[in-house]
T-cell receptor, first 114, second 114 residues
Framework: QQQVKQSPQSLIVQKGGISIINCAYE??????FPWYQQFPGKGPALLIA?????SEKKEGRFTISFNKSAKQFSLHIMDSQPGDSATYFC?????????????FGTGTKLQVIP | EADIYQTPRYLVIGTGKKITLECSQT?????MYWYQQDPGMELHLIHY???????EKGDLSSESTVSRIRTEHFPLTLESARPSHTSQYLC?????????????FGPGTRLLVL
């Protein structure tokens, strides 16, 4: 059962363009929504995260938009660069039994072409 | 970049062999995790630990076992490797930042069982 649905599976964007990755969740108990960036041969690294009481968070060229009523959130990469080419995972986290349980999306492979 | 290390990075081994995947972190984090990630797929939690002598099974059933004798060390063992164990194994540790646990991942071990 996929609790966090992520789309698209892959994405090709021209350099300078906007990359948009979307995620949707069902469980309203989730209280933290991080995005991870993974380069080939490396483990995922936290990119940016948002709380459900905030509708938008921006860090440099990366912005998370969060729609609590629709249970959707998205990552926007402005002025996409070839160095942004990586796999991006959205995730949703909730506290259960004192432990923070993280559910990951299936990932989006982004390729930024010159 | 987080100080979390995994060895070996790549392992090719025959069916029936016993293997141990090493994971260590120098950040003093109490919480550590093991995830399994198949190519192009999401991460699945297979084990986690709240601290020394604490280990729990994750969401995805796994024939592997873990131990946590020292804070910095969280090895994963497969007593008898099978081709179905072929996957990438990611180790992570976490710390509480603001109100949420932030996870830091190692580079992963790619396991191929022949």
């Amino acid at each position: 059962q996929q609790q966090v649905k992520q789309s698209p599976q892959s994405l090709i964007v021209q350099k300078g363009g906007i990359s948009i990755i979307n995620c949707a969740y069902e469980n309203t108990a989730f209280d933290y929504f991080p995005w991870y960036q993974q380069f080939p041969g490396k483990g995922p690294a936290l990119l940016i995260a948002i709380r459900p009481d905030v509708s938008e968070k921006k860090e440099g060229r990366f912005t998370i938009s969060f729609n609590k009523s629709a249970k959707q959130f998205s990552l926007h990469i402005m002025d996409s660069q070839p160095g942004d080419s990586a796999t991006y995972f959205c995730a949703a986290s909730r506290t259960s039994g004192g432990y923070q349980k993280v559910t990951f999306g299936t990932g989006t492979k982004l390729q930024v072409i010159p | 970049e987080a100080d979390i290390y995994q060895t070996p990075r790549y392992l090719v081994i025959g069916t029936g062999k016993k293997i141990t995947l090493e994971c260590s972190q120098t950040m003093g984090h109490d919480k550590m995790y093991w995830y399994q990630q198949d190519p192009g797929m999401e991460l699945h939690l297979i084990h986690y630990s709240y601290g020394v002598n604490s280990t729990e099974k994750g969401d995805l059933s796994s024939e592997s076992t873990v131990s946590r004798i020292r804070t910095e060390h969280f090895p994963l063992t497969l007593e008898s490797a099978r081709p179905s164990h072929t996957s990438q194994y990611l180790c992570a540790s976490s710390e509480r930042l603001e109100h949420w646990e932030t996870q830091y991942f190692g580079p992963g071990t790619r396991l191929l069982v022949l």
